[in-house]
């Protein structure tokens, strides 16, 4: 039949089409792209959390810090997070990749510490197959840690407030924008910085200036590990 000519017919090794499901790759996380809607409030990021298997009404910590260098005093600066994140639920940090001497070194044993705690990352929007994605799969964060993609233009609008505050240059917003965006995004109840550059500084003066300006606006309270 014409069906079964068809079937059999081969192209040219040259000439033929990919398999669109041999190789592609997917994602290995609970992974979602936000809208500039859903991220108007934490209704969106509460319904993730649950998605995920953690707890929507729990308590949330953003944690910060160096990403590299510190694997020295990496076994002290994990035991000093723990006690400090023995209270929260629900861990979300900058969507550095998982590597020793990072304070995302942290990420895996607080959730092996906690049965029932979740991790969520937040980054620029990231392919399936990118390698952030390979460094995370270690026991400890399978099927509990998931990515919350931030699009271009919500970072556009993040940069804006942050330079309506008067306290950062012109080159130092781009880097501060993902950090404001979640922390007033998932309305977290603490931030915990290991240690920190620049960014996690200019961050840090970016809601002092808030405080200062808007008392009445809440601002959750930093702690800086040495």
């Known amino acids: 039949s014409a069906a079964k000519t068809a079937s059999k017919a081969t192209a040219p090794a040259s000439e033929a ?8 790759p997917v994602y290995t996380m609970p992974t979602r792209e936000f809208s500039l809607a859903e991220l108007s409030s934490d209704v969106a990021f509460k319904r993730f959390v649950s998605e995920i298997g953690g707890n929507p009404n729990g308590i949330v910590a953003c944690l910060k810090g160096y990403g590299s260098g510190m694997e020295a005093s990496q076994k002290e600066y994990i035991e000093q997070s723990l006690k400090e994140l023995a209270a929260v639920d629900v861990l979300v940090f900058d969507g550095d990749w998982l590597k020793e001497g990072s304070f995302t070194s942290v990420v895996p044993a607080f959730l092996a510490a906690k049965p029932n705690a979740r991790g969520i990352a937040f980054r620029k929007p990231t392919k399936a197959g990118h390698k952030f994605f390979e460094t995370w799969e270690v026991p400890s964060a399978k099927g509990k840690i998931g990515l919350i993609q931030v699009p271009p233009e919500a970072l556009k609008d993040a940069e ?3 330079d309506a505050l008067g306290v950062l240059g012109p080159k130092d917003l781009e880097n501060t924008a993902l950090g404001w965006l979640t922390i007033n995004f998932t309305k977290c109840t603490s931030v915990l910085s290991i240690g920190g550059g620049a960014t996690m500084l200019n961050e840090a003066k970016a809601f002092a200036a808030l405080r200062r300006m808007a008392p009445n606006v ?5 702690t800086i590990l040495d």
């Open 160 to 162: 804006k407030e942050i």
């Open 218 to 222: 809440p601002t959750p309270p930093w």
């Open 17 to 24: 089409a990919p398999s669109a499901t041999a190789s592609a």
